[in-house]
């Protein structure tokens, strides 16, 4: 595996520079897991990707860095992954693709100890509570039906009429 830190942006609170921290911490602190021997430097890349995306400004989604270090926690299987969608039955195809695109390190059989979701709607149709439920329901539906979950939520202008969710799972 290639080390992150030559990516690594300069300021010592920089997004790059906080993903590239929790990543590094967190292949440290789980080295030998089975997670970290199918990763390859694609998907450690993706992980680190995904991190610097939530801990990003997202348009004040409510997740921040200590939230990611509490679903690390303990992490010996990740299950990670973005996706976007818009237009009528989006909350569904969201889901699907979270799902279908996730990045697999480890069981992803054994249930979800812990949930991460950034959840980013646009300002031309905005994510209303019925659609929020129902993501948050597939989510916890498709990790095992009893994980702790943390999500935040906030608009984006540039997504317009579609939607976007940022999933961290752990599995222990």
Not at 61 to 66: A, G, S, T
Not at 105 to 121: F, N, V
Request: hydrophobic share 40%; glycine share 8%.
């Amino acid at each position: 595996m290639e080390p992150l830190d030559k990516n690594c942006d300069a300021s010592p609170t920089g997004g790059t520079a906080t993903a590239d921290t929790l990543v590094i911490t967190w292949l440290s602190e789980y080295a030998g897991t089975r997670a970290l021997q199918m990763m390859t430097p694609a998907s450690q890349q993706q992980l680190r990707d995904t991190v610097q995306l939530i801990v990003a400004d997202q348009g004040d989604v409510n997740v921040d860095e200590e939230n990611i270090r509490q679903v690390l926690a303990g992490a010996l299987s990740l299950q990670f992954g973005k996706a976007t969608a818009k237009g009528a039955g989006r909350v569904e195809l969201l889901c699907r693709q979270l799902w279908q695109e996730a990045v697999v390190l480890g069981e992803a059989a054994k249930p979800a100890d812990r949930i991460l979701l950034a959840i980013q709607s646009g300002t031309i149709e905005e994510l209303e509570m019925d659609e929020l439920t129902r993501i948050l329901e597939s989510v916890v539906s498709h990790a095992g039906g009893q994980a702790e979950v943390v999500f935040g939520h906030g608009l984006n202008p540039a997504l317009g009429e579609s939607i976007q969710a940022t999933m961290l799972v752990s599995r222990s």
